[in-house]
């Protein structure tokens, strides 16, 4: 079933030109870019009513939360807040029925998720779902949702469901932008056109895993890493660190680059990898300056890049390239070198990548 991959953590990864296309296969309309997502269709209205959406999740998937609120703030300008389940259950939020609630999952099945989608309809908000398993009972439990069409994901650190949630929020976030007319037409056409080019860019990624293995290698002793990006890739680089904490055991910080000032500098040493997501963006240059001054304190860089960033290249001590795209989808793209990177290292360190010490695939308890 491991399709000759070694690990399905592995045999994911690779699948995710497959899945990113499952997610947004039937819900384009090619001819005219158009975003159908036919469960939403009832729910419209009122997400488009909505004083402001509340996304919960855990993990990875309240990673891919926070790429949604950057999203949907972004391109539809409706308020949105991200919360743990596990905070959010527990703590009395001011909810109403004028609040859409939106959980997200891979499982349907964590326990702290479920309580929180339980606790938002008693508030009367309602209750949407992005979750990967048909028939879960997240999908049950709430008013309606989209499914991720990830397939079974079987490795513990999740990772296709990851960019398929991701898929999912940037088709929800494009269709609400297209309804509320917040962005103008010509940006909503490079947006689809970019998202429908994510599968063939990220198989040019996925080419270049030896080379991302020989430099997961020269790392594969360290004790801490540090993970940096702005923007819709500071969730990134959170993702990045979770992936290598959890399969490899080396403690992995992932933090906003413009954060690293007020605490994290005091890591940098010449041991330390410090991994900065730094593709050509509108915060290129800021990047380039929080590069500047981790090596400045003799820190060894890997950045993610745009291919041909010979700038950088010769200014850090690694890179991972990436093709250029529209901003909306770079987080797609940039965390595949990320797991990749994570995962050669935990097998370099005889690590059991798929079934990494102490973790489960769903949490079903408290
Ligand atoms: C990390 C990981 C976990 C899950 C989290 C939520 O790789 O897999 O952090 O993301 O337990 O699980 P779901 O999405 O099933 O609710």
């Known amino acids: 079933e491991k399709n ?3 690990h399905f953590m592995l045999k994911e990864i690779f699948e995710q030109p497959e899945t990113i296309e ?22 419209m209205p009122r997400i488009l009513e909505a004083q402001r959406i509340v ?13 949604g609120e950057y999203l949907i703030e972004e391109l539809a300008r409706i308020p949105v807040e991200v919360e743990y389940a596990s905070e959010f259950r ?24 479920l309580s929180a989608v339980r606790m938002a309809k008693e508030h009367q908000a309602m209750v949407l779902g992005i979750c990967n398993v048909v028939g879960s009972s997240m999908s049950r439990e709430t008013d309606a949702g989209i499914y991720t069409h990830a397939g079974s994901e079987i490795g513990v650190a999740s990772t296709k469901a990851f960019t398929a949630q991701v898929t999912v929020l940037t088709l929800l976030a494009l269709r609400l932008a297209r309804l509320k007319q917040t ?12 998202l429908l080019a994510a599968p063939e860019k990220i198989r040019t990624i996925l080419q270049s895993s030896n080379h991302i293995q020989y430099i997961a290698n020269k790392y594969r002793d360290a004790v801490n890493a540090l993970y940096l990006g702005r923007g819709y890739l500071f969730p990134v680089a959170l993702e990045g660190a979770l992936k290598l904490k ?14 690293m000032k007020h605490g994290p500098i005091a890591l940098i040493d010449n041991n330390i990898p410090v991994v900065v997501v730094a593709p050509k963006d509108r915060y290129y240059e800021k990047v380039v300056s929080n590069i500047q001054e981790v090596k400045a304190r003799k820190g060894n860089v890997i950045a993610v890049v745009s ?4 700038r950088l290249k010769g200014m850090v001590n690694d890179v991972l390239e990436i093709p250029e795209s529209d901003p909306i989808v770079t987080p797609l793209l940039t965390v595949i070198p990320l797991q990749l990177f994570a995962y050669y290292i935990a097998v370099l360190r005889g690590c059991d990548v798929d079934q990494p010490r102490n973790l489960a695939k769903s949490v079903t308890v408290e």
């Open 4 to 6: 000759g991959y070694d």
């Open 22 to 43: 499952a997610s947004f296969r039937g819900r384009i309309n090619t001819k005219n870019n158009e975003i159908i997502l036919g469960r939403l269709t009832d729910v």
């Open 55 to 67: 996304l919960i999740a855990c993990g990875t998937s309240w990673h891919a939360a926070l790429i």
């Open 90 to 113: 527990y703590r009395n939020p001011v909810l109403s029925s004028n609040d859409v609630v939106l959980a997200i999952s891979q499982s349907g099945e964590t326990a702290d998720t």
């Open 183 to 194: 962005i103008p037409e010509e940006r909503f056409h490079a947006i689809v056109t970019d």
């Open 246 to 259: 959890e399969i490899s055991y080396i403690h992995a910080e992932g933090y906003a680059a413009g954060e």
């Open 307 to 310: 291919m041909g960033d010979n």
